[in-house]
């Protein structure tokens, strides 16, 4: 949990402010720090692809733990603006899904108002 706090959290949000937030203050997407925040929200997932999940289903062994939710609903965020952050790995896409399963019907009950802001979006 302590990497998900310094590893992603961090860099999750400066891509979601910057692609979503910001632009929903009238401000601009900053291209430049957008490019480069992309850049390491790619390189901390790889980091938690090849670490954390190099021999295990969750984070923290073959059991869903409290740190598999508090990641997946990091990863959630993107389902917003749509950006993929799963392209290129099909590690973490599988860790994202078997999380999901395992916790539905109640993630998808708890994500309902992220998938209305995504429709909002979308229109």
């Known amino acids: 949990m302590s990497f998900h706090h310094t590893g992603t959290r961090g860099i ?24 480069t925040d992309v850049e390491n929200l790619k390189q901390g997932l790889d980091k938690i692809g090849k670490s954390f999940l190099k021999n295990t289903d969750f984070l923290c062994g073959n059991e869903i733990s409290f740190a598999d939710i508090i990641a997946v609903c990091e990863f959630s965020e993107f389902i917003v603006n749509g950006r993929d952050i799963f392209e290129g790995n099909p ?15 109640t993630f998808d009950e708890i994500h309902s108002t992220v998938y209305s802001w995504r429709d909002s979006m979308n229109k």
């Open 91 to 105: 590690k973490l896409k599988a860790y994202f899904d078997r999380v999901k399963a395992r916790l539905n019907p």
């Open 12 to 35: 999750c949000i400066k891509v979601f402010m910057n692609e979503v937030l910001s632009p929903m203050r009238g401000m601009p997407v900053d291209e430049e720090s957008l490019k």
